[in-house]
């Protein structure tokens, strides 16, 4: 665990936007179906967003529509953007890629 670094996160109102991104401590260019999760308090981790490979991408139905993944290859370093954030999308949000867990970065929608 850690060899994932997310940063981005933190408190936002309700229909805000914010930019997850997660570091690699290698090239992303042969590193397919990088994912981000979260975990609610009280809840079990969930899946969010699939990076398979370039610009292809798959979302859980809970955020298709309003988050996007993108990769920037020269920086080792996936992004999650979040648009229309609800109270509900708060939770920590993790990068994972096969047995890489990153620490986790804390997202809050509050008024």
């Known amino acids: 665990q850690g060899q994932l670094v997310e940063s981005g996160g933190g408190l936002v109102q309700p229909g805000g936007s914010l930019n997850l991104s997660c570091a690699a401590p290698r090239s992303i260019t042969t590193m397919y179906n990088i994912d981000w999760y979260r975990q609610a308090s009280g809840k079990q981790r969930e899946f969010v967003a699939r990076s398979l490979f370039e610009d292809n991408a798959d979302y859980a139905a809970s955020v298709t529509g309003r988050f996007t993944v993108s990769r920037d290859n020269a920086r080792n370093t996936i992004y999650l953007h979040m648009n229309m954030l609800r109270p509900e999308d708060t939770a920590v949000y993790y990068c994972?890629?096969?047995?890489?867990w990153g620490q986790g970065t804390q997202v809050t929608v509050s008024s």
């Open positions: 994972h890629w096969q047995d890489w």
